[in-house]
């Protein structure tokens, strides 16, 4: 039996030796690359490129315009200086005056005629050379003019004492004519106080109109209603004062400002209200209102303000 189990062994082995002569040798394979990879390598990388450049041309068509808002940013600033400033100077800062003249005119329906008695007014100012007292006025405190008419001040009033240097105390007051018509109409005037003649007072306490004495009138005057004289009156003063600072603002010399505020319109004021010259035409019941004012500006150099 030992003798049977070795033969099987030998015959394994030979088995098994025969096997191995005829396993077939494992080939090598060699993997070359071909030519159809390359190409397909190259053209993934032109897509790509392509695709770069389509994405450019894209983005730069969305953004080919843009809108840009600016915010300005703006403070308020307070300028707290008192400046000083003198005609033609040429040292400090300097001012100059324009100067221009003109009418407006305007037409209102009125009601027809009717019988006026104004009387004219003004301004003086009242002097005090007599005392460094102070001397009080009543009011209708009469003033005798050069021109030998009565005027009366039309409140009552207190002349400041002369200065210690002598010079004399002044004060401004209105007065009125003391009979109504155009006779009291007058250009500036030298006034005694005529409760003083005949004491010390008389020649040293006097008074000076300030500019014209105007308004009064006796006769027939066209008769319009209050409101219809105030709008017209407004009218006219805003039409006036537009029209001169146009013309004053073409004057302005170059390298000169001129401010809005820095403008004055006189109108000879009479009675709280311009002086207007009316004429009335009795066909129609038209009245023609005419304002002549003289507008006054102030110029400063830009470069120096």
């Known amino acids: 039996m030992a003798k049977q189990f070795l033969e099987d062994m030998v015959r394994a082995k030979r088995i098994n030796k025969k096997r191995e002569e005829k396993a077939p040798t494992p080939e090598v394979v ?108 009543n009011i209708d405190t009469r003033l005798e003019g050069s021109n030998g008419k009565i005027y009366k001040t039309q409140t009552k009033t207190t002349v400041p004492g002369m200065a210690k240097d002598g010079t004399p105390g002044s004060i401004e007051v209105k007065i009125y004519a003391s009979v109504a018509g155009a006779d009291y109409n007058s250009t500036p005037l030298d006034f005694k106080l005529f409760g003083f003649k005949g004491t010390p007072k008389y020649a040293k306490i006097y008074a000076r109109s300030k500019g014209d004495i105007a308004g009064g009138f006796v006769g027939k005057a066209p008769d319009m209603s209050d409101a219809d004289s105030a709008s017209a009156i407004n009218s006219l003063t805003t039409a006036l004062q537009t029209k001169l600072l146009a013309q004053a603002t073409n004057q302005i010399p170059s390298g000169f400002i001129l401010f809005k505020d820095a403008v004055f319109l006189n109108t000879n004021v009479v009675n709280g209200q311009p002086n207007i010259s009316s004429t009335y035409d009795k066909d129609s019941n038209i009245t023609t209102l005419t304002l002549n004012g003289t507008l006054y500006g102030i110029l400063f150099n830009e470069q120096k303000l």
Do not use: H, R
Not at 40 to 48: H, N, P, R
Not at 59 to 78: G, P, R
Not at 82 to 100: G, P
Not at 111 to 132: H, P, R
């Open 30 to 137: 060699k993997i070359v690359p071909t030519e159809t990879g390359g190409k397909s390598k190259y053209m993934l990388w032109v897509v790509a490129f392509i695709s770069v450049i389509f994405c450019f041309f894209a983005v730069s068509f969305l953004f080919s315009k843009a809108e840009i808002i600016v915010n300005q940013k703006t403070k308020d600033i307070v300028l707290n200086e008192n400046l000083s400033a003198n005609k033609d100077s040429n040292t400090d800062l300097a001012f100059d005056l324009v100067v221009i003249g003109g009418t407006e005119s305007t037409t209102v329906k009125t009601l027809g005629e009717k019988d006026v008695a104004t009387k004219a007014t003004g301004t003086v100012v009242i002097y005090n050379a007599f005392s460094s007292v102070s001397q009080a006025l």
